[in-house]
DNA sequence: TAAAATTTTAAAGGGTTTTTTAAAAAAGTG
DNA sequence: CACTTTTTTAAAAAACCCTTTAAAATTTTA
C-alpha cells in the first residue's frame, strides 16, 4: 500500500534526511519547503500524512495546519521547538494530531507516524446501528454477518463493505464510480468492472436466484442499487 | 455508550478548549470553575470522570477531591503544577486515580482518560461477572484463570486479557488496531502482527486444534472474534 | 431488427492477508 | 546480576480473496 507523506521544513538537510529515512522504509515522501509551497501541494495532491514544522518562512506552520484542516481531516504531526505552547498546536484551533519537540529521535517519529497511520485507517470503520433489517435480511455490523431467512451467509470483506453500504441506504443509486470511491477508497485506480464482479458474487451468495436479483439491482447505464421496502 | 464528564478548573479558555475537543470524541462534558460549584454538580448528578485542577479559587482541588471521595468512588484525574508532591495526591489521603502536570498535552489527557474509563469499566464488569462460562470455558476473570474442559490453562497477562476481551462479546469482531488500542493501550507504538502472534499462542492454549479453532476465529481482512454460542 | 452499449458470467493468475516458525528483545524473578 | 518467562519482531509458507480479462447475454439506440 503506497503511502504518500508530506514532509514541510525550511532546513534542507533535515528534510533531506527525513525523506531518505523514510523512503527506506517504505513511505512515498514528498517535500516542501516554506508555507506557500506546502499549501499548493496539499491543494494539488492527496496525502496520508503530513509532518509540518511549526517554524516556516513567509506562512508558518500554524496557518498551514489551519489552511490544510480547511479542507481535509488528513493527519498532522507538528514539529515544534521545546517551549511552544502545545495545547495550542493540538488544541481545536489548529487541530494537529501529535507533535515532536526538536531535536527529534527519528526512531519516535516513525513510531509515531505508524501509529497515527494505524488510527487514521481504522476511524472509517464507523459505528452507526448495530443491526440493519430488511425483510428477510438481517445485517449485523459488529459480527460483520449476513443472515439470509435464517441462514448464515459468510461473505468477504469487499462483499460485505458493498452490501452494508447499499442496504444503509435502500433505493439509492450508486455509481461504480461511487462505490469504488466509498468502498475502495479515493486513491483507488482499478477497473470499475471489479465491482460488477463484486455485486455478482454478492447476489449469488444473498439472492435466491442469482440471475433475478430482488434485493440488489441494476440501475442500467447508472449502476446499483438495494430495493427499496 | 454515553460517558459523562466534568471539567473543574478556573481558567475559562482552558476548560472551553478541553470541552470542546473531548466532545469531539464524543464525550458528554460538564464544567465547573470552582470548587464549590464542582461539589455542588457532583452531588447532584453521576460523572464517569472528573478532571480536576489542583489549585482553584477558594475550595482548592484537593479539598474537591476528598469531599468527591466520601460519597464515590469516580475516576479523577488531577491537573498539577510541576513540582507538586504527586505522591500526596495520588495517595490514600486524596485517591486521585492519574494526574497530569501541566501544560499537558490534550493527547496524552485523553490517552488517560481512555485508559481509566477502560479501567473502571473493567473492574465493573469483574464485580458483575467474575466467571465467564462459555461451553467447555471457564474464565475466571478475578483469579485470571482459564479452565477448558476441567483441565486448567496456564495463560500469560497478555494472552488473559485477549481472551476476556474476545469471549467477553461474542461474536463481535474486533481489528486489530482496536485490539492493540484495547489491550496494548492508546498510545503503543508497536506492529500490528504481534496481534496475531498472541493469538495463536492463546489458540495453542485452548483449542483443541489450533489450525482448526473453535473458540477464536479469523475474519479474514477485518481481525478476529470469539464464537458466538 | 441490427448494431452499439452495457451488464453478466466464468475462470485464472496475482496479490494480499494470515498462519506458522524461529529468534531477538524485554520484563520479571530470585 | 543471571536466569527464566513473556513479548515482540521478522520472514517464509500457506490460505484466501481480489482483480483482470474476455466472452456471452441483455438492454438500448438507430
Given at each position: 500500500m503506497d503511502t504518500k507523506i508530506l514532509i514541510v521544513d525550511d532546513e534542507t538537510l533535515l528534510v533531506k534526511g527525513l525523506k531518505y529515512s523514510l523512503e527506506q522504509d517504505g513511505y512515498n515522501i514528498d517535500t516542501a519547503y516554506n508555507g506557500n509551497e506546502a499549501i499548493e501541494k496539499t491543494n494539488n495532491q492527496k496525502y496520508n500524512l503530513i509532518i509540518l514544522d511549526?517554524?516556516?518562512?513567509?506562512?508558518d506552520g500554524l496557518e498551514v495546519c489551519q489552511k490544510v484542516r480547511e479542507k481535509s481531516q488528513v493527519p498532522i504531526i507538528m514539529l515544534t521547538a521545546k517551549g511552544e505552547d502545545i495545547n495550542k498546536i493540538l488544541g481545536?484551533?489548529?487541530?494537529?494530531?501529535d507533535y515532536l519537540t526538536k531535536p527529534f529521535n527519528i526512531l519516535e517519529l516513525k513510531a509515531r507516524i505508524k501509529a497515527i497511520l494505524r488510527r487514521a485507517n481504522t476511524q472509517s470503520t464507523k459505528i452507526g446501528e448495530q443491526v440493519i433489517q430488511i425483510d428477510n435480511f438481517k445485517i449485523n455490523t459488529l459480527g460483520r454477518k449476513v443472515t439470509v431467512d435464517t441462514k448464515e451467509v459468510n461473505l468477504t470483506a469487499k462483499e460485505f463493505d458493498l452490501l452494508l453500504l447499499l442496504a444503509s441506504n435502500p433505493g439509492k443509486v450508486y455509481t461504480r464510480e461511487q462505490l469504488l470511491e466509498k468502498?475502495?477508497?479515493?486513491e483507488y485506480f482499478g477497473d470499475l468492472r471489479t465491482v460488477d464482479v463484486h455485486i455478482r458474487r454478492l447476489r449469488e451468495k444473498i439472492e435466491k436466484d442469482s440471475s433475478q436479483?430482488?434485493?440488489?439491482l441494476t440501475k442500467w447505464g447508472v449502476g446499483y442499487y438495494f430495493r427499496k421496502k
Amino acid at each position: 500500500m503506497d503511502t504518500k507523506i508530506l514532509i514541510v521544513d525550511d532546513e534542507t538537510l533535515l528534510v533531506k534526511g527525513l525523506k531518505y529515512s523514510l523512503e527506506q522504509d517504505g513511505y512515498n515522501i514528498d517535500t516542501a519547503y516554506n508555507g506557500n509551497e506546502a499549501i499548493e501541494k496539499t491543494n494539488n495532491q492527496k496525502y496520508n500524512l503530513i509532518i509540518l514544522d511549526l517554524m516556516l518562512p513567509g506562512i508558518d506552520g500554524l496557518e498551514v495546519c489551519q489552511k490544510v484542516r480547511e479542507k481535509s481531516q488528513v493527519p498532522i504531526i507538528m514539529l515544534t521547538a521545546k517551549g511552544e505552547d502545545i495545547n495550542k498546536i493540538l488544541g481545536l484551533e489548529y487541530g494537529a494530531d501529535d507533535y515532536l519537540t526538536k531535536p527529534f529521535n527519528i526512531l519516535e517519529l516513525k513510531a509515531r507516524i505508524k501509529a497515527i497511520l494505524r488510527r487514521a485507517n481504522t476511524q472509517s470503520t464507523k459505528i452507526g446501528e448495530q443491526v440493519i433489517q430488511i425483510d428477510n435480511f438481517k445485517i449485523n455490523t459488529l459480527g460483520r454477518k449476513v443472515t439470509v431467512d435464517t441462514k448464515e451467509v459468510n461473505l468477504t470483506a469487499k462483499e460485505f463493505d458493498l452490501l452494508l453500504l447499499l442496504a444503509s441506504n435502500p433505493g439509492k443509486v450508486y455509481t461504480r464510480e461511487q462505490l469504488l470511491e466509498k468502498i475502495w477508497g479515493y486513491e483507488y485506480f482499478g477497473d470499475l468492472r471489479t465491482v460488477d464482479v463484486h455485486i455478482r458474487r454478492l447476489r449469488e451468495k444473498i439472492e435466491k436466484d442469482s440471475s433475478q436479483a430482488e434485493y440488489i439491482l441494476t440501475k442500467w447505464g447508472v449502476g446499483y442499487y438495494f430495493r427499496k421496502k
